[in-house]
């Protein structure tokens, strides 16, 4: 069995600044140092937190002193200002190119435009964002529910969340283009995402299998699985090395294994751990491990 390992895959520049602030956060202040949300959406790393003494909750409101920390998922301006107003030290590790986000919606709305952003609506990324200004802001959950929403007089723009299908988004602005008059598309979908899927559009096909290693709270996680599958290729969404089945393995000769943008690489080798003991208990023969990254 061959094993290929994505050529992009596993931690981005968001993900690893927003850990880094809240791992130096706790080794230079004393006193409660709590996270607002999931730091990231991955299990493991919300735990090693956790053991590290740093707390998580889901409202300001459970806090009542010490250091807020904003995920990398970013809030909407007024949380931030509410902490600061209860005396907070609100350290903010929102990720640079979920601001990117946040700037074009408020760039637009500033000039009478109504946002429609194409994105999950309970995710953590777009409740900051809709919290800009929530009359002038449509989420827009899935492409098939475009023409449901309202007539619209005036300017529209259209973005994304970070973490969008790039397929998707272009299908849905090329939709959303028919049904409005005067419309400005700006695709928000971050490089890491890009790049993400981009290297499981060329990996998949060439596998019978693909293992994507991220928590079923992650967005891009979910959208790699997605990817794979619709290039038709089985394709499992993992959270660890213990969820692997050995009889995924039968008669595989080609597996590929990615990663979300949250998911640490050394929770990407244990699974590759794993389904080296599972192919050696099972007679599958030798396995072989094929880092593309090393291929370029």
């Known amino acids: 069995m061959n094993i290929h390992l994505a050529k992009a895959r596993g931690f981005c520049m968001g993900v690893e600044r927003s850990i880094g602030m809240a791992k130096e956060a706790r080794a230079r202040l004393d006193g409660d140092i709590t996270i607002l949300n999931e730091i990231v959406h991955n299990h493991s790393v919300v735990k090693n937190l956790e053991d590290q003494g740093i707390g998580r909750t889901n409202s300001i409101e459970n806090v009542k002193n010490g250091t807020l920390i904003v995920s990398a998922h970013g809030v909407a301006p007024k949380v931030i200002e509410n902490a600061k107003c209860r005396g907070l030290n609100v350290i903010d590790s929102t990720c640079p190119l979920v601001t990117v986000l946040h700037k074009a919606a408020d760039y637009y ?17 777009m409740k900051g964002v809709k919290g800009h200004d929530p009359q002038k802001i449509i989420v827009l959950n899935r492409i098939d529910t475009l023409f449901d929403l309202p007539e619209i007089e005036g300017k529209v723009a259209f973005i994304s969340q970070s973490t969008q299908s790039m397929e998707r988004f272009e299908k ?25 899927q981009a290297s499981i559009l060329d990996l998949a096909p060439r596998m019978d ?59 990407v080798m244990e699974v590759v751990e794993m389904i080296e003991k599972l192919a050696s208990e099972n007679g599958n023969g030798q396995v072989s491990v094929i880092d593309e990254k090393d291929e370029e």
């Open 209 to 267: 299998l693909i293992i994507v290693v991220g928590s079923q709270t992650s967005a891009n996680s979910q959208r790699l699985a997605q990817i794979a599958q619709q290039a038709g290729t089985t394709a499992y969404l993992i959270d660890n090395a213990a969820e692997v089945k050995d009889w995924w393995l039968k008669d595989v000769k080609n597996l590929g294994i990615t990663a979300g943008a949250s998911t640490p690489d050394w929770v």
């Open 109 to 125: 709305i500033k000039r009478n435009y109504t946002v429609i952003v194409f994105g999950d609506e309970n995710h953590d990324e």
């Open 172 to 196: 849905a602005a090329e939709l959303v283009e028919t049904k409005y008059k005067d419309v400005q598309i700006k695709n928000t979908i971050c490089d890491a995402t890009r790049q993400r």
